[in-house]
């Protein structure tokens, strides 16, 4: 049976080869697709004494290189998914308290953690596979005012196709733990929609990167790195 969820159970096997061969905390941080170029954590600016959230963190790798190779207060890594709480503390656990492993669906924690963070950021996490009109308002409340949310995403879907011209998400194959088809909903929109769906969710000075793929390839594809400012007082209705 074919069914459509966003049920994070379906990143079950997400990451555990390499966490097999690779246990270290990664030198760099990469916002491409291709994790191989590109700027790095300086997109988000001095950390020192910062909380920091990483939305969809998966095997918080990218949370570990802030927490060890950076001076923040604390960087959490939050993820709804069961095996990738699992794989990210079996990992980093050892980081705590400066790394902090999360289990919970992104908007809902940000929704109980209001003011909490000063940088939020993704890196093809959550911002990819929630959608925006519910994640971005959480993520607004989430930051204090004036807070960064800094996220990288798919500039057109793998393959080549152009990203969508609303907002509206992609069904992308995927498989359930005992190997039953299933399907993930992922968001790939152009510059102008993210800009657009950002302004209205409470967020100002928006600024989009184009990145190009270090090499191409079937797999490859461009990069969009976003940042914005929450705005100060902005209402939020849940």
């Known amino acids: 049976m074919r069914w459509v969820t966003t049920t994070t159970d379906l990143w079950h096997h997400f990451g555990r080869t390499r966490a097999a061969l690779d ?35 998966g095997a918080a790798r990218h949370a ?83 807070g960064l949310l800094a996220f990288s995403t798919l500039a057109h879907h793998v393959g080549g196709a152009p990203a969508e011209s609303a907002v509206v998400a992609a069904e992308i194959p995927a498989r359930t733990p005992d190997g039953e088809a299933a399907v993930l909903r992922r968001w790939v929109l152009r510059e102008q929609v993210w800009t657009r769906v950002l302004d209205e969710s409470g967020f100002t000075r928006v600024h989009v990167d184009v990145l190009p793929p270090a090499a191409e390839g079937p797999r490859s594809a461009a990069t969009l790195l976003v940042t914005a400012v929450s705005r100060r007082s902005v209402p939020h209705r849940w």
């Open 23 to 57: 246990r270290a905390v990664p030198d760099a941080f990469h916002w491409t697709w291709g994790q191989d170029g590109g700027p790095g954590a300086e997109v988000l600016g001095d950390l020192t004494d910062k909380v920091v959230g990483d939305l969809g963190a």
């Open 64 to 146: 570990a290189h802030l927490a060890t190779r950076h001076t923040p207060a604390r960087v959490d890594a939050v993820d709804g998914s069961p095996a990738q709480y699992d794989l990210a503390t079996g990992l980093f656990g050892h980081l705590a308290p400066r790394l902090c492993v999360v289990r919970a669906d992104a908007v809902e924690h940000l929704r109980t953690a209001a003011g909490t963070y000063d940088v939020l950021y993704s890196v093809f996490g959550a911002l990819d596979f929630t959608s925006p009109r519910a994640l971005l308002p959480a993520v607004a409340a989430g930051l204090r005012p004036g």
